[in-house]
């Protein structure tokens, strides 16, 4: 298996945070190589491709193509989850230079 690597998009079970059940979608590597190595984890931020109930911290993907993903979608920053590696599916792609720099500066509007 490849190894997950930061702003790698990848296909997984994505947990649903109101409820015990995961839904197959597209993530975004949001952690870096530490917590991989140390922890044996990944965090990831939920990529969606809806229309309805934008989210004011969502982070438009602008580069389709370098992403991996076949429809207009958004990084849903608020939505992180936590998992082993085991349970990625695919890699896609990876998220261009100008998108990261997007999505890392809209994070640390959550971060003290």
Known sequence: METPALWDVWV??????DRLAEKRRPALI??????????????LAMITS???NAWASDVEIGDLSAAGLPLASRVRIAKIATIEPGRLLS????????????????MR???P
């Open 30 to 43: 949001v952690s870096g190589d530490a917590l991989l190595r140390d922890h044996g984890l990944v965090w």
């Open 91 to 106: 890699r896609r792609g990876r998220l261009s230079q100008r998108d990261a720099a997007l999505v890392r500066r809209a």
């Open 12 to 17: 997984v079970p994505f947990p649903y945070s």
């Open 109 to 111: 509007r959550f971060l």
């Open 50 to 52: 809806t229309r309805i």
